[in-house]
């Protein structure tokens, strides 16, 4: 045996990390002549800490500064084990066995991380992942991003969803959104529906398989009350067919001729063209929208209002389709009754909606020009660089704004974003009529930077009438969402942060 002032503690105490930093420091490491190189010694040592490896650490400096002290091959051989044992529980891929920077734990392919940004969503979706074991740390932030995403954020509540695919589908569920899918589904199966917890579960998105259903709900249409909705669905649909037989032939006389001939131009130029340009459903969308415009003189028709039938009727036609492409769907397989029934649904639904925001379209528009102005105000107290960049180059709100009043957006996104953003909106109290402003200041701010860059009058006028969002998703419309209700708790009960 070496002397004492020889003995040297196994594992010294320095400013490098290694296993076993985090133990206590009484009782003290038995020491160990430095020739002994003992494998008991290590394996003790090994027992003593396997709780305190940490995966996220340099594992070739605590390979290197392990085989200054202890044989090559033991050092190896037991880190490999203990990383690969550390894996295991984590549910990783096995590790390889070849020694060397390959020792590295790999990130799971199934769930990439989403950007940084997803992180900036609704706080109570990660909030309850956040008290995770360290030993599963370096897996809760890829889990606490994916959780920030939007609930309905794929074809089925997951993954990436393809544009236009109506319910059903073929994808499995995960997990998580077949626990979300199953909370609707309780929360609809009650005798009596709480809508305000409804709308707290659809702020985040609707799954698609109860969209119909909740979106019916939420506008209104339906009662809360179960046994009260069949009764209610037949008196409604009995209605709007009454209609048709009372109004839908005076289309072709002189007073109302003008009317149906507009609503017989616009319907071509509606998108998806595939879908609107069958000749069955041109003429639902021809009945739907000259009977609201007979029933509703103040306004009549207005160009504009063509686009909100849309959302509407895929949303309901697609719970008939199962797994197919909405915008290249053929609706000469479906049933006539059925084709009867969505077609009475769309009507009402899309009542119930321009109910909210009917001064929008009538004589002059004034709900629009007020809005617009106030779109106008707010931006310039939010980013005051992008207003005077506006006004620098002589560009008016009305030009490109108006559009995004009277469409509602629908011109500026892909369908399948326009039918996530309508499931905040029927969450939303006046969610058409108010929370849109704060989507659209939200939406203009999103494209500063581009903004900023154009010099021309014509060049950006032309961007902002055509923005770049064909490739968006339910993602992108979720980030939009969150800055928008971000803008509405600082605005909303604060009028006079409009005025500078």
């Not at 021809?286 to 039938?309: C, K, M, T």
């Not at 528009?365 to 106008?376: A, D, F, R, Y």
């Not at 108006?402 to 892909?414: T, V």
């Amino acid at each position: 045996m070496a002397s004492d002032g020889a003995r040297k503690q196994f594992w010294k105490r320095s400013n490098s990390k290694v296993p076993g930093s985090v133990l206590k420091a009484a009782p003290k490491v038995p020491t160990t002549p430095l020739k002994a190189k003992r494998v008991s010694t290590f394996q003790e040592f090994e027992s003593n800490t396997s709780d305190a490896w940490d995966a996220g650490e340099d594992e070739d400096e605590l390979l290197a500064l392990a085989a200054g002290s202890l044989g090559s091959a033991v050092v190896m051989e037991t880190a490999r084990r203990v990383l690969r044992d550390h894996s295991q529980r984590q549910g990783r891929p096995r590790l390889p066995e070849a020694p060397g920077p390959e020792l590295r734990p790999q990130p799971s392919t199934e769930s990439p991380p989403a950007s940084s940004g997803d992180l900036r969503l609704v706080k109570s979706v990660s909030e309850s992942h956040t008290s995770c074991p360290t030993g599963s740390a370096s897996d809760t932030v890829p889990l606490q991003r994916s959780q920030s995403l939007p609930h309905s954020a794929s074809g089925a509540l997951g993954g990436a969803a393809e544009p236009g695919t109506c319910s059903g589908g073929g994808a499995a569920l995960s997990e998580r959104e077949a626990s979300r899918l199953d909370k609707f589904r309780q929360l609809l199966a009650g005798p009596h529906t709480d809508l305000e917890e409804l709308r707290r579960l659809s702020w985040s998105g609707i799954p698609k398989p109860v969209r119909p259903i909740t979106w019916k709900l939420l506008s209104g249409y339906l009662p809360a009350n179960v046994d009260r909705r069949p009764a209610t669905l037949q008196r409604k649909q009995k209605e709007y067919f009454a209609f048709i037989d009372h109004y839908y032939d005076s289309r072709n006389d002189e007073v109302h001729q003008d009317t149906y001939r507009q609503i017989h131009i616009d319907i071509p130029r509606m998108s998806p063209e595939a879908l609107i340009l069958q000749p069955k459903v041109t003429e639902i969308f021809e009945r739907i929208l000259f009977i609201w415009a007979i029933r509703h003189p103040a306004s009549g028709y207005v160009q504009g209002i063509n686009d909100l039938v849309t959302p509407f009727f895929v949303v309901f036609i697609c719970e008939y389709l199962d797994g197919e492409d909405v915008a290249a769907a053929d609706v000469s397989h479906v049933p006539a009754d059925v084709l009867r029934n969505v077609e009475a649904d769309t009507y009402w639904c899309m009542s119930k909606l321009l109910d909210g925001i009917q001064d929008n379209y009538t004589f002059a528009q004034p709900g629009i020009q007020m809005k617009v102005k106030m779109l106008e105000e707010l931006v310039s107290r939010i980013d005051e660089q992008v207003h005077r960049h506006l006004e620098q180059h002589e560009v008016r709100y009305l030009q490109f704004a108006f559009r995004w009043m009277n469409n509602l957006l629908m011109r500026e996104l892909p369908l399948r974003c326009t039918v996530r953003l309508w499931d905040t909106y029927q969450s939303e109290p006046e969610g058409f009529a108010h929370f849109h402003l704060y989507v659209c200041a939200a939406f203009l701010v999103r494209w500063r930077k581009e903004i900023l860059e154009e010099r021309d009058f014509q060049e950006l006028l032309l961007f902002l009438q055509n923005l770049p969002t064909a490739h968006w998703g339910d993602e992108d419309i979720s980030l939009l969402l969150a800055e928008a209700y971000r803008l509405k708790f600082a605005f909303a009960d604060a009028p006079n942060h409009y005025k500078k």
